[in-house]
């Protein structure tokens, strides 16, 4: 007769084993300037064990990739325990994990302490307006902030949230390039402030709006950021709503700024009219544009539109990408 102990024993015995060699396994893996775990179907466990080879380890760690993983507040807690040995890591990506509050609050509280940091992405991350409040506080109380590159896609944020950002953002302290808000919950009022902020800015190159609705009034204050901005290199409006009304709102500013060289506005409403309308703007006004995406509207004359427009592009590669169904 078996003996039900002796094989639960056993199981044990064996869930014990797969654990260790699992931990071995990342251990072995914590090695070098650069650990990539992204889409590793790590869990909490597996985050402690990174964490403790994390403040075992003595020489320099630069980037960390934890995305797309199930990690919870447990492991996210146990990483920024660890981080706090490692202040020089430059690039971090923690993205499309399954935190919660509490253990965004934790990192959000080691953030103080990596002055070096360059690359953070924290896109899906269920980052409230309270938690991106916190981590624009976090921003402000570094004593030195060397962040370029913030990812916040696919979060809850929302007006309230997205004042504390660009009140940071407008500090002495903090110089963000590259900045992806798309697909949060900020209405109107945010996508003012964010207009508001690019009247003065000299710092961001690259911004993300995309998958955000931006109504007629909206379209007009972006425009009119746009026509005072001289440093944005590239906006993506990418799935936001637009129509010919709010597009023509776009196309005055672009008569009138000579930055912005990538335009991104696919999955829209922009019809042959406005089409047409651009290519006049580009054609008499506009020398700077390289690189526009526009696949995804309703424009019916498409390839000789695509034509006309990448003649007028300076870009040297494909500067239309077209799907039409």
């Keep these: 007769m078996e003996n039900p102990q002796k094989e639960l024993d056993q199981c044990q015995q064996e869930i014990e084993a797969a654990i260790e060699k699992r931990r071995q396994n990342l251990e072995r893996l914590c090695q070098g300037k650069k650990l990539d775990f992204n ?7 597996d985050a402690l064990c990174i964490a403790i ?10 980037s960390l990739y934890l995305g797309s993983n199930s990690i919870k507040d447990e492991g996210l807690e146990a990483i920024s325990s660890a981080l706090s040995k490692h202040v020089e890591i430059k690039e971090l990506y923690l993205g499309s994990n399954s935190f919660q509050e509490p253990g965004l609050q934790t990192f959000i509280n080691t953030i103080p302490e990596l002055t070096n940091l360059k690359v953070l992405s924290l896109g899906l991350s269920h980052i409230n307006d ?4 916190n981590f624009a506080g976090s921003l402000l109380a570094m004593t030195e902030c060397s962040l370029e590159i913030l990812y916040l896609n696919g979060n809850e944020i929302g007006d309230e949230g997205l004042l504390s950002l660009i009140v940071a953002m407008n500090s002495d302290k903090v110089h963000i390039k590259t900045l992806h808000l798309g697909d949060n919950e900020f209405t109107s009022v945010g996508v003012k402030l964010i207009a508001d902020f690019l009247e003065t800015d000299k710092d961001l190159r690259r911004l993300y709006l995309n998958d955000n609705q931006i109504d007629l009034e909206g379209c007009s204050d972006i425009s ?3 026509c005072v901005n001289d440093t944005l290199k590239f906006l ?8 010919d009304e709010g597009f023509k709102h776009i196309l005055s500013s672009l008569s009138v700024n000579r930055s912005l060289e990538t335009l991104h ?7 042959d009219l406005t089409a047409e309308m651009m290519l006049e703007v580009l054609e008499k006004y506009n020398p700077s544009l390289k690189e526009m995406l526009i696949f995804g509207n309703q424009i019916e004359k498409f390839d000789r539109f695509s034509t006309l427009l990448n003649s007028l592009l300076k870009s040297t590669r494909e500067s239309t990408s077209i799907i039409e169904d």
């Design 39 to 45: 889409a590793s179907e790590l869990d909490d466990l």
């Design 53 to 62: 080879s994390l403040i075992r380890r003595e020489d320099t760690l630069e």
């Design 130 to 133: 309270i938690l991106c409040t």
């Design 224 to 226: 009119d950021g746009l």
């Design 236 to 243: 993506c409006l990418g799935n936001c709503g637009l129509n």
């Design 265 to 271: 506005i696919w999955n829209n409403s922009i019809t």
